[in-house]
């Protein structure tokens, strides 16, 4: 067994108590990811010195003060690489950053280093966040540790598989339209889509500004709980963060669901769901319900036009976002281009891969003049009524549940192929995001061997009650501690 099977919480207590050692506990996941990680492919760089350097300076603070240290003191954690880490080369998955060493560290970084944790390095995932399957990434592909000729999600795919396989402790990801969620449920860990602007995107290389949020993936719903106490709140760099207490996630987690009013939304057993994924969201409920949750049908009637909203949206904020990207400071160059048109073109052809250079393509149509109105200025419209339909949907329930996607893991290179099929995968996450409310995919079971997750889905700032729901069915399901197959380090 290693350490990194034991939640927060425990390795917290034996670090105080001095029965391990930060420094230690660093050098087993570095072990393991230098084991384990050629065939996983969740890493693109590992920090050693970094990390054990972290590591001394925690154990000192835990010696001086065991009880005044904070509680994620000592743990080991890594991030995915569209967050800015300082002096750590920082791609965002593509080749038109290779290079790129960020001055300074997004907030949720300089949060999580001033409370002692352990950086261990930066975490594979689709180019710039695009993609439903981690294998959009210009450096490298994720497997997925359960089987490995199966995708792990995306676009955190690296930030799931390093936790699923106990890597680290707990990761970051970043979810614009399910990239915490989906991964999460296909390598069977916890991982929070936070409310947005409950958490700072200071520091976050932008895919698409309106709908991006950082959150954690972890072992176990109390494990993501910590982070999320720890990275959230208010942030003056950040002007859409919001003003909100951040510190009743903990507090209410073992509450239970006995008298919680749990939405099923009927539009989402509509869209083709595998008949294992659908086994496994029917046991939900009945556990659910047995633990005292009260379930009732809700319609988000919207659903049916958010995907191709969402497709709307988020390439025209990827068309201006991304326009920044010259190519001039870092990346591939351009070698022989004799004018700054050719070298723009050259550059941003080379550097940007097939599916970023898709999406600017139809974003940058979809704003362009003539078509704005009838592409652009209607997708905003069908976010309001995404919204609205939420916002109805919650006054009659405390959280909403669901699958967290319609299948388990595919097979890599079975959708490459199939934009449109590759999109349909975030079919259940998306309208979250468009809304801007809160989420989480727990583990929920198994279907066919591969792990499944539920998605609860609460209201704006309605990440406690998420967790309430996901907690019990963590408990009652008792799945979290199950180790796949490529986790296992060989003896």
């Not at 919001?242 to 939405?263: H, I, N, Q, S, T």
């Not at 949907?393 to 388990?408: G, H, K, L, M």
Request: aromatic share 6%; charged share 20%; hydrophobic share 45%.
């Amino acid at each position: 067994m290693t350490l990194l099977e034991e939640p927060i919480r425990e390795l917290g207590r034996r670090l105080r108590e001095r029965e391990i050692s930060a420094v230690e506990l660093a050098e087993e996941a570095l072990a393991r990811a230098k084991e384990l990680d050629p065939t996983l492919g969740a890493f693109l760089r590992v920090t050693p010195e970094l990390a054990l350097e972290a590591a001394a300076v925690a154990d000192l603070r835990l010696q001086e003060d065991p009880a005044g240290a904070p509680i994620l003191c000592g743990i080991p954690v890594a991030y995915k690489d569209v967050v800015c880490t300082e002096g750590v080369e920082t791609t965002a998955g593509s080749q038109i950053l290779r290079g790129f060493v960020p001055p300074y560290s997004a907030t949720v970084v300089d949060r999580l280093s001033a409370l002692g944790v352990v950086p261990l390095g930066k975490l594979n995932c689709d180019e710039f966040a695009m993609g439903s399957s981690n294998e959009n990434s210009a450096y490298q592909l994720t497997r997925n540790p359960w089987d490995p000729e199966r995708v792990a999600g995306g676009s955190s795919g690296g930030s799931a598989v390093a936790v699923a396989a106990r890597l680290a402790c707990v990761t970051l990801g970043s979810d614009t339209g399910g990239s915490i969620r989906l991964p999460a449920s296909f390598s069977g860990v916890v991982g929070v889509k936070p409310t947005y602007g409950r958490v700072s995107r200071y520091g976050l290389i932008a895919f698409a500004s309106s709908l991006d949020q950082i959150g954690p993936l972890a072992k176990t719903v109390e494990d993501a709980a910590l982070v999320l106490t720890a990275i959230a709140g208010q942030d003056p760099r950040d002007s859409t963060s919001v003003v909100a207490p951040v510190d009743g996630f903990l507090g209410e987690l073992r509450a239970g669901v006995k008298g919680l009013r749990l939405g099923i939304p009927k539009e989402y057993l509509e869209v083709g769901l595998d008949p294992g994924v659908r086994a496994v969201f029917e046991q939900s409920i009945r556990m659910l319900e047995g633990l005292g949750a009260v379930t009732q049908e809700v319609s988000l009637p919207t659903t049916e036009y958010a995907l191709s909203a969402y497709y709307v949206i988020a390439p025209a904020e990827v068309s201006s976002n991304l326009a920044r990207m010259d190519g001039v400071r870092f990346g591939p160059g351009f070698a022989g281009a004799t004018t700054l048109k050719e070298a723009y073109e050259q550059a941003r052809h080379e550097g940007f891969g097939e599916e970023v250079r898709r999406r600017v393509t139809l974003g940058t149509y979809a704003l362009s003049s003539g078509y704005y109105d009838a592409y652009y200025l209607r997708a905003q419209k069908v976010r309001t009524l995404v919204a609205q339909d939420f916002d109805l949907a919650f006054a009659q329930v405390d959280a909403i549940i669901s699958p967290t996607a319609p299948t388990a893991a595919f097979r890599l290179g079975e959708r490459t192929a199939d934009p449109l099929a590759m999109y349909a995968t975030d079919v259940l996450t998306l309208p979250a995001n468009l809304a801007g409310i809160s989420g989480i995919s727990v583990p929920a079971g198994f279907a066919a061997g591969l792990p499944v997750g539920l998605q609860v889905l609460g209201p704006y700032l309605g990440e406690s009650t998420c967790f309430r729901v996901a907690q019990s069915l963590e408990t009652e399901a008792r799945i979290w501690d199950r180790l796949p197959p490529l986790a296992v380090a060989p003896a």
